[in-house]
Nanobody, 122 residues
């Protein structure tokens, strides 16, 4: 089973930046792209971005294009989400998970880590 550990979330002022990290481990995680998702209070979980381990192809939700950058380090087996120009609307718990393909907005498996809280104040 794949284990997913997110870190890096904290309180930040609007306009600021954060970098989140995702450390997957376990069975066959590298066979699939990795995605970032987020869930705000009272709202559905939504897709944010995804990246392939090989080649680094990326895919972003419209709401974060131009502000967020997903990247990966194949040596450290870590996926990052660089978040710039943060807005209060970005406040959410952020999760990482495998996705079936680079264009998918849904996780391959419905197993989630604890996530990491990002709070953007104005």
């Amino acid at each position: 089973q794949v284990q997913l550990v997110e870190s890096g979330g904290r309180l930040v002022q609007a306009g600021g930046s954060l970098r989140l990290s995702c450390a997957p481990s376990g069975r066959s995680f590298s066979a699939y792209p990795m995605g970032w998702f987020r869930q705000a209070p009272g709202k559905e979980r939504e897709f944010v971005a995804a990246i392939r381990w090989s080649g680094g192809s990326t895919y972003y939700a419209d709401s974060v294009k131009g502000r967020f950058t997903i990247s990966r380090d194949n040596v450290k087996n870590t996926v990052y989400l660089q978040m710039n120009s943060l807005k209060p609307e970005d406040t959410a718990v952020y999760y990482c998970n495998l996705v079936a393909s680079i264009g998918s907005t849904r996780p391959k498996y419905e197993n989630w880590g604890q996530g990491t809280q990002v709070t953007v104040s104005s």
